[in-house]
């Protein structure tokens, strides 16, 4: 895979913001500037965009029409299909924050102080009623939540971020994966009888994937559903370890088959 992956260069994605606009309006504006626009498969409002200038300086990006979010990082709230009241854990810079708002309220919370400024900020420009951000550590939440979205902290992927492999070691990662099974455990403590919670990372290590969701299994009354998305299915053996086979269930999305960023997604329903 070592050949394969080298050679990958991420496409500059976008999502329509459909509480100003649809997809079709956005593309005719767009097209009009002479922006390429392709509609991205397996995601309901996203495009491949390439221009010959910054989109950033467009009247449509000022007004809050479109979000700039990698395709993959699109899929996550749409297998949560959120309905009611929604908690985003880890919500900034808010590209998720502002996805789920279109599906439904939600209550976004952010730890660090820049990056909750950011939060804000893009809350703002798209010009979103139904969102209300906090500054605060998921683990100072309490209130009890239908529906969460948990999209961890992690050490990212080599198509994030330049000398990947140099920068990380197996001792991060497993610091990482610590601080993960924690968020896991209070975001699952916050979670009503018959909610639904997705785990998502933007890591392809299983130590942030497959093991934190075998620890959720371990530790409390859930189980991992079905999604419908690209993707390969979860490792269930690795490692000389076996897993529960029900975390086939999640997703994996390889940079070299999916042409996007790693990314791992789990939907589980609390028993």
Same mark, same amino acid.
């Given at each position: 895979?070592?050949? !394969?992956? *080298?050679?990958?260069? @991420?496409?500059?994605?976008?999502?329509?913001? =459909?509480?100003?606009?649809?997809?079709? &309006?956005?593309?005719?504006?767009?097209?009009?500037?002479?922006?390429?626009? *392709?509609? #991205?498969?397996?995601?309901? %409002?996203?495009?491949?965009?390439?221009?010959?200038? %910054?989109?950033?300086?467009?009247?449509?990006?000022?007004?809050?029409?479109?979000?700039?979010?990698?395709?993959? $990082?699109? #899929?996550?709230?749409?297998?949560?299909?959120?309905? %009611?009241? =929604? @908690?985003?854990?880890? $919500?900034?810079?808010?590209?998720?924050?502002?996805?789920?708002? !279109?599906?439904?309220?939600?209550?976004?919370?952010?730890?660090?102080?820049?990056?909750?400024?950011? @939060?804000?900020?893009?809350? !703002?420009?798209?010009?979103?009623?139904?969102?209300?951000?906090?500054?605060?550590?998921?683990?100072?939440?309490?209130?009890?939540?239908?529906?969460?979205?948990?999209?961890?902290?992690?050490?990212?992927?080599?198509?994030? !971020?330049?000398?990947?492999?140099?920068?990380?070691?197996?001792?991060?990662?497993?610091?990482? $994966?610590?601080?993960? &099974?924690?968020?896991? $455990?209070?975001?699952?403590?916050?979670?009503?009888?018959?909610?639904? #919670?997705?785990?998502? =990372?933007?890591?392809?290590?299983?130590?942030?994937?497959?093991?934190?969701?075998?620890?959720?299994?371990?530790?409390?009354?859930?189980?991992?559903?079905?999604?419908?998305?690209?993707?390969?299915?979860?490792? =269930?053996?690795?490692?000389?370890?076996?897993?529960?086979?029900?975390?086939?269930?999640?997703?994996?999305?390889?940079?070299?088959?999916?042409?996007?960023?790693?990314?791992?997604?789990?939907?589980?329903?609390?028993?």
């Amino acid at each position: 895979m070592g050949e !394969e992956i *080298e050679f990958i260069k @991420l496409r500059k994605a976008i999502r329509v913001n =459909t509480k100003k606009i649809s997809p079709e &309006k956005l593309q005719e504006r767009l097209e009009k500037k002479h922006i390429e626009m *392709e509609r #991205i498969p397996f995601v309901k %409002n996203g495009f491949w965009v390439k221009a010959k200038f %910054n989109l950033v300086s467009t009247p449509e990006y000022l007004l809050g029409l479109f979000y700039f979010q990698e395709a993959a $990082a699109q #899929i996550p709230v749409e297998v949560l299909n959120p309905k %009611n009241l =929604t @908690l985003d854990c880890c $919500a900034a810079p808010g590209g998720k924050t502002t996805q789920i708002a !279109e599906y439904a309220p939600v209550i976004a919370v952010e730890s660090n102080r820049e990056r909750f400024v950011a @939060l804000e900020n893009n809350i !703002e420009r798209l010009g979103l009623r139904n969102c209300i951000a906090y500054l605060m550590d998921l683990r100072e939440v309490d209130k009890r939540f239908s529906s969460i979205l948990l999209d961890a902290p992690c050490s990212g992927n080599y198509m994030l !971020e330049d000398h990947w492999m140099q920068k990380n070691s197996l001792k991060r990662i497993n610091e990482r $994966a610590e601080k993960q &099974k924690e968020l896991i $455990a209070h975001a699952l403590s916050l979670l009503e009888k018959d909610g639904i #919670i997705v785990y998502s =990372t933007c890591s392809i290590e299983p130590e942030e994937n497959e093991f934190v969701i075998q620890f959720a299994l371990d530790h409390f009354p859930v189980k991992v559903e079905k999604i419908n998305c690209i993707g390969d299915p979860g490792l =269930t053996k690795i490692f000389g370890k076996k897993l529960d086979p029900s975390i086939a269930h999640c997703r994996r999305l390889w940079p070299h088959k999916t042409k996007t960023i790693g990314f791992f997604i789990a939907r589980l329903k609390k028993c």
